[in-house]
């Protein structure tokens, strides 16, 4: 009996090490699948943050950071656009801006501009112009001498726009040339001003006295003119383009006689009859060069789009109020004479006509012909 109870105790000694064993050991491996699982799940879980972060931080910042860019740029661009403010007579000096001026308005232009309201009164210009208000104006030729001199020098001239734009237009067939003008009565406007001293000037070089010879009423202005034209079936008017073609298309019989630039240009005198030029204020040009270099290349391209394209220059003649409907802005172009000179041909064309302006009436241009100065680009 106590041999079997020893071996039972035995036996039963070693089943229960076997199951501690074996209790211990899935212990032990529920342990380790425990302690692994959250390692795991763990480190999933902070790479799917880490990347979601990092893709919400790129995407916030990515459209802050352009933002920043974009002004930037667009204030470097906006330094960098000079701003240049300019005024312009109403008629021929005017016409040659339009393109410039639509450009501008569309964003195109490389400078940006600020253009006055154009004015028919070409001393509208002269205080904006002393006072600092406007950089560059459209004049007539005569007035860039005046501003010359009443600023001391203050101004100077960047371009010629147009030559002479006067015509003699009658009701029949009697006038051909200047020399027909002799025993005749001749309308005029633009007494004391350029019109008459060009008149002079070509009547004295055909040896007719303008005193004398012929008789000159003056009128106050084109629409005084075109009523005595109406009321005169054998008239002789002397008239400023564009409104000689208006006149033409209201007049059935009136004609155009002569056109005084061709008149000028047969004198072969070494000059041009300029009626308008492009004028700068000398601190401007000093002070902005490049915007000044800029204006005369985009004038340029402006005026070259004015004799090329007829039809789009003269929409835009209208649009902008120089000339009322764009047919006539059309026909009345080729009698405009549009041009751009600077530099040494400006200065030629220029100079000589204000002496012949000067020996006229030397208040004409100021009291005095302006200096070398006077000329941009010119040293």
């Not at 933002?67 to 040659?96: D, N, W």
């Not at 309308?187 to 000037?201: C, D, F, I, M, S």
Request: hydrophobic share 35%; proline share 4%; glycine share 6%.
């Amino acid at each position: 009996m106590s041999s079997k109870k020893h071996g039972s105790t035995l036996i039963s000694l070693f089943m229960i090490l076997a199951l501690v064993f074996a209790l211990a050991g899935c212990s032990g491996d529920k342990k380790e699948t425990t302690t692994e699982k959250p390692t795991e799940q763990s480190t999933e879980q902070k790479a799917e943050q880490s990347t979601e972060q990092t893709t919400e931080q790129t995407t916030a910042q990515t459209p802050e950071t352009t933002a920043e860019q974009i002004t930037e740029q667009a204030t470097e661009q906006s330094a960098e656009k000079a701003t240049v403010r300019i005024g312009a007579m109403s008629g021929p000096t005017a016409m040659g801006l339009v393109k410039l001026m639509d450009d501008n308005e569309k964003g195109l232009s490389e400078n940006s501009y600020e253009f006055a309201e154009l004015s028919t009164d070409p001393s509208a210009f002269v205080a904006p112009l002393s006072k600092g208000e406007l950089d560059i104006a459209a004049v007539p030729a005569n007035l860039s001498s005046v501003l010359y001199n009443n600023t001391d020098g203050g101004v100077c001239v960047l371009a010629i726009n147009n030559l002479c734009v006067l015509n003699i237009v009658e009701r029949g067939d009697s006038v051909n040339n200047l020399e027909d003008l002799k025993g005749k009565k001749l309308y005029a406007t633009g007494q004391g001003a350029v019109p008459e001293y060009t008149l002079r000037h070509l009547l004295k070089q055909k040896g007719i006295d303008p005193d004398a010879d012929l008789e000159l009423q003056w009128c106050a202005d084109t629409t005084e003119a075109l009523s005595y034209i109406n009321n005169d079936s054998e008239a002789i008017a002397m008239l400023p383009q564009p409104f000689v073609t208006a006149a033409l298309a209201q007049v059935e019989d009136l004609r155009l006689a002569i056109d005084l630039n061709d008149a000028w240009n047969d004198l072969d005198n070494g000059c041009k009859q300029v009626t308008g030029v492009i004028v700068v204020r000398k601190a401007f040009a000093e002070e902005n060069p490049e915007a000044v270099e800029t204006f005369l290349k985009e004038y340029e391209a402006s005026m070259n789009y004015t004799a090329d394209d007829a039809d789009g220059a003269a929409a835009l003649i209208e649009h902008y109020g120089i000339v009322a409907k764009a047919p006539i802005a059309k026909k009345a172009l080729p009698g405009c004479h549009l041009c751009f000179e600077k530099g040494s041909d400006m200065k030629n064309s220029l100079e000589g006509f204000l002496k012949i302006l000067y020996d006229e009436n030397a208040k004409s241009v100021g009291g005095n012909l302006p200096n070398e100065d006077f000329y941009y680009g010119i040293k």
